[in-house]
Structure formats: C-alpha cells, structure tokens
T-cell receptor, first 114, second 117 residues
Framework: GQNIDQPTEMTATEGAIVQINCTYQ??????LFWYQQHAGEAPTFLSY????GLEEKGRFSSFLSRSKGYSYLLLKELQMKDSASYLC???????????????FGRGTQLTVWP | GAVVSQHPSRVICKSGTSVKIECRSL??????MFWYRQFPKQSLMLMAT?????????EQGVEKDKFLINHASLTLSTLTVTSAHPEDSSFYIC?????????????FGPGTRLTVT
C-alpha cells in the first residue's frame, strides 16, 4: 500500500518562513513532487526531488531523504497569495503500463495572515 | 508550455444518467494520461492510468465498469461515469505525461466538477 502523511493545516504570517513536512511509505519510489493547489483549481507543479538533498527554486525549496522516507517544502518570504493547499506526491514505478503514476498525500492547507 | 484541457468544466446530471468527461493535451502528445478524483478537502485519489491504444489500468477499489476510460488518440482520453449516483459527485482531474523520452512531469487539466442530483 501507499502511505503519504503531511500535516492537515498550517498558519504563518506574511514575510515569514514555513516548512511543510511529508513522510512516505510506498511500495516503490521514483521521485517526490510538491504541488500547489488553490481551491477549485487543478494542482500546479512546484518541485521535484529524486536524489537526496535540497532543490532550490526562488522562494521555494524542497528537500528529500530517501533513507528516512522524508521530504519538506520550504517557503520563504511568504505572501498572501501563497495561501493554498500544498500536496506531497510520490511517483511509483518507472516502467510498465502504470509508468509515472502519482500517489498524493491529503494536502496541507496553508493560511498566510497579514 | 504544455497545456491540458478538460471539458466540461462543470456538469450537473440526474441520478442514473451517464456523463462523459474529456481530457485533451493541446500542444503535445501524451501516451499516458491519469484520472484522479478529489472530494472536498481531500487529496487527489488516483483512479486509473490510461495508455493510448490499450486498456486502462485501474487502482484497487475503482470499478472499471462504472468508470469507463478510453484513450483513443495521443491527445484525447475520456472518462465516462455510467449510471451516476450522488456519491459520484466530485472533482475529476486528469493529467497527461509527455510521450517519448524521459519526462518526470505531469501536466494537470483544470478539472471537472460533477454534481449528481
């Protein structure tokens, strides 16, 4: 089975830094993704990690430790528009008819206060 | 960039009827498309993997006779919810993966809000 766990809700203030954690236990692993989703909209891609370490992309960074089954998304200089749900997703197999399928966590609803 | 569209964006239907949702990759070819369902305040649940020219692979617990998937071309996959019931009301999202080469990214459609009355 697939088990991807992340906090349900987080709050922070504008300009602050927030870290959203994700732990996973999956039958296969071929990469971890972070997506941002605003209410009623489709997810938008934020980051991708397949090797251990930190990937930085502007105000967003994502970290992966495969041995610990752990990742985090770091958001710096928070803005009001960052209020959204952040989804952690693990890609399963890298071959066969289900190549590339993603399993999502429940999402972390981040609220940024002024 | 890669754009995926879905049609319709919203649909309301009566219980017992069937609804077809289309997912199109507009500017790229997709050998693989995925269908997800999302209930309010829940995450995306993968329903099935759709490969062009072959039968879809359904996730455990998803009824293949109720959720018919057809991926007849490299740019179009359809999901038909047959004999819909109120519990099928949900947000259905598709994603598409670039054909050829090695690509890690999936491109999501804008979603279809289905309400069954």
């Amino acid at each position: 089975g697939q088990n991807i766990d992340q906090p349900t809700e987080m709050t922070a203030t504008e300009g602050a830094i927030v870290q959203i954690n994700c732990t996973y236990q999956t039958s296969g692993f071929n990469g971890l993704f972070w997506y941002q989703q605003h209410a009623g909209e489709a997810p938008t891609f934020l980051s991708y990690n397949v090797l251990d370490g930190l990937e930085e992309k502007g105000r967003f960074s994502s970290f992966l430790s495969r041995s610990k089954g752990y990742s985090y998304l770091l958001l710096k200089e928070l803005q009001m528009k960052d209020s959204a749900s952040y989804l952690c997703a693990v890609r399963d197999s890298d071959r066969g008819s289900t190549l590339g399928r993603l399993y999502f966590g429940r999402g972390t609803q981040l609220t940024v206060w002024p | 960039g890669a754009v995926v569209s879905q049609h319709p964006s919203r649909v309301i239907c009566k219980s017992g009827t069937s609804v077809k949702i289309e997912c199109r990759s507009l500017d790229f070819q997709a050998t693989t498309m995925f269908w997800y369902r999302q209930f309010p305040k829940q995450s995306l649940m993968l329903m099935a993997t759709s490969n062009e020219g072959s039968k879809a692979t359904y996730e455990q617990g998803v009824e293949k006779d109720k959720f018919l998937i057809n991926h007849a071309s490299l740019t179009l996959s359809t999901l038909t919810v047959t004999s819909a019931h109120p519990e099928d009301s949900s947000f259905y999202i598709c994603s598409a993966k670039l054909a050829g080469g090695y690509s890690y990214e999936q491109y999501f459609g804008p979603g279809t809000r289905l309400t069954v009355t």
